[in-house]
């Protein structure tokens, strides 16, 4: 295994290649908004057969595993690369589906693993847990609620595979809520360093930084509500060392985090997270509360795209109170129908 680079991220691995190697080459790392806000993948490095509760503001969600065990924040990279190839193709006005057929070299490659014989036999076991674990949720996306149970793949299968057995081609077909998220653009885009950071409770602050402080000015929350929201098993008092730790060697891309009085970690955009200019205007969780309230069993992150949607073709205007006119707009959308 290749040695850690200065700050504890591991390097880059293939420097001079494409990020995405596949038929869209200008693929950003994407990720869905509802499990980058919401537990639902393992923090464990070892096999993890736990059923996982989870219930917060309402949303409760039961994750339930396999033989094989949990799917891993690790496995997740191969989702996080199939939303990046569907909003890619999307963006470029192709038509997409939920299966889709990648080359695994290129998986290894956009997600800085190694492409030894060795990482293809991990990657088939990250393909079989992640269509081994299944999902039960109250949580809508797409602007449709999902009571169901679901895997967070359809399935997989090797398409080809070399001589000694090697997997070239895999076609996977995700499941119909997550398209569902992609086809609505409930997706965030994600700093390529995110398949650098070796832990998996990095990973999951960092989802977390990502969804909630976007690029706002400070974003904090209790100690207690993190460590529910992160989904680690670790005891609180582990916990807070390993938040501590995070903090002490500062490598989290995009974001500094900081711990304050009240039991509290606050975290900051990075300067190079400054807002662009032909940003959509930033809304708060609170306004999305207030939305979410407002319209019942719609999705409220495909409403705010609808939302930066007109805000775009109505000239961009500067906008005082992104809260209010958001909430506004919710509201008047909901009483004309």
């Known amino acids: 295994m290749a040695e850690l680079t200065a700050g504890g991220l591991d390097p880059v691995r293939h420097p001079t290649a494409d990020f995405f190697v596949c038929d869209i080459f200008d693929a950003a790392p994407k990720d869905d908004m509802a499990s980058m806000e919401h537990p639902m993948f393992s923090l464990s490095t070892r096999p993890d057969r736990r059923i996982l509760e989870y219930e917060h503001n309402g949303t409760a969600i039961t994750v339930t595993p396999s033989v094989k065990g949990l799917a891993t924040i690790h496995d997740k990279d191969i989702l996080i690369f199939c939303i990046s190839q569907l909003m890619a193709g999307i963006n470029a006005g192709l038509a997409v589906s939920r299966t889709l057929h990648l080359r695994a070299h290129d998986l290894l490659v956009a997600t800085n693993r190694e492409t030894s014989g060795d990482s293809y036999r991990r990657l088939r076991e990250a393909f079989e847990r992640l269509a081994g674990t299944r999902v039960t949720t109250n949580f809508e996306t797409g602007g449709k609620e999902v009571t169901t149970g679901f895997g967070l793949i359809e399935n997989w299968q090797i398409v080809r595979a070399s001589r000694g057995g090697k ?18 653009k409930s997706v965030l885009t994600l700093s390529r360093d995110y398949f650098r950071l070796r832990k998996p409770l990095e990973r999951r602050i960092y989802e977390l930084a990502r969804k909630h402080c976007g690029r706002q000015t400070v974003w904090e929350i209790s100690i207690d509500t993190l460590l529910k929201k992160s989904g680690s098993g670790s005891p609180r008092r582990v916990f807070r060392k390993m938040i501590r730790d995070m903090i002490a060697a500062d490598h989290l891309p995009d974001y500094h985090l900081a711990e304050i009085p009240g039991d509290k970690l606050q975290v900051t955009p990075r300067a190079g997270m ?24 719609l999705d409220v992150y495909a409403l705010l795209a609808e939302w930066h949607g007109v805000w775009r073709r109505t000239g961009k205007q500067t906008l005082r109170s992104p809260d209010k006119a958001f909430v506004g707009w919710v509201l008047k959308r909901e009483n004309s129908l």
Request: glycine share 2%; net charge negative.
């Open 167 to 184: 997997m070239v081609s895999v076609a996977v077909t995700l499941s119909e809520w997550l398209f569902r998220a992609v086809l609505s």
């Open 274 to 297: 400054v807002m662009p200019l032909d940003a959509p205007p930033p809304v708060s969780d609170s306004a999305l509360e207030q939305a979410r309230a407002l319209a019942p069993g």
